[in-house]
């Protein structure tokens, strides 16, 4: 049973590009979050979907949007990249409460 | 908005001391989940706990959830290295599934 895949493992952009990262959930999970972890930092919620659905937001400005597919694998796109956006940017996908973390994204913004 | 604090930031301890990390939310949980990451690695679900007063054990691993669902702790009994790693306390945010993450306590073992 594979777990939460995440792809690129790492990406290297430039201000004002835009990215997208892929998330495939573990199997049988309809539920997929994205947090952002800054170095030293916990992670931060972004946005969760369900049902191909936004069920919920942080706080996250608008440059900062998802989608999430019939087969519940979802993308994470980052408009007009800033520096402050290098970051790993983890994937969880869940049933219930419980969070089930992927390997994440390494985001690097020069 | 809710704030979940950890403490302390870091901990360095020899090998067979014992460790403890204390996690305060600023709102009553309905639950608090524990994870660990390794350097490097993701964060690892590792327990939740959602009955006030609730004590549960893994091994070496000792959890406690407060009285007032407000805060929690991990103990570890006599650390190795394999313990070396961030531990995060996270709670849901608003009641949804959606966590909102401590800023950890980095753990260092010195053998």
């Known amino acids: 049973d594979a777990g939460v895949t995440q792809s690129p493992t790492h990406l290297i952009k430039t201000r004002g590009q835009q990215v997208t990262l892929r998330c495939s959930p573990k199997s049988g999970h309809d539920t997929v979050s994205w947090y952002q972890q800054a170095l030293g930092q916990g992670p931060q919620f972004i946005f969760q979907?369900?049902?191909?659905?936004?069920?919920q937001r942080g706080n996250f400005p608008d440059r900062f949007s998802g989608h999430q597919f019939p087969n519940y694998s979802s993308e994470l796109n980052v408009n007009a990249l800033l520096l402050g956006d290098s970051a790993l940017y983890l994937c969880?996908?869940?049933?219930?409460?419980?969070?089930?973390f992927g390997p994440g994204t390494r985001l690097t913004v020069l | 908005g809710q704030q979940v604090m950890q403490i302390p930031q870091y901990q360095h301890v020899q090998e067979g001391e014992d460790f403890t990390t204390y996690c305060n939310s600023s709102?009553?949980?309905?639950?608090i989940q524990w994870y660990k990451q390794r350097p490097g690695g993701h964060p690892v679900f590792l327990i939740q706990?959602?009955?006030?007063?609730e004590v549960k054990k893994q091994k070496r691993l000792t959890f406690q959830f407060g009285e007032a669902k407000k805060n929690s702790s991990l103990h570890i009994t006599a650390t190795q290295t394999t313990d070396v790693g961030t531990y995060f306390c996270a709670g849901p945010i608003n009641s949804g599934y959606a966590l909102n993450f401590g800023k950890g306590t980095s753990l260092l073992v010195t053998p």
């Open positions: 709102t009553t949980l309905s639950n």
């Open positions: 979907y369900y049902e191909e659905e936004e069920r």
């Open positions: 706990l959602v009955k006030s007063g």
């Open positions: 969880a996908s869940s049933l219930d409460d419980t969070q089930y």
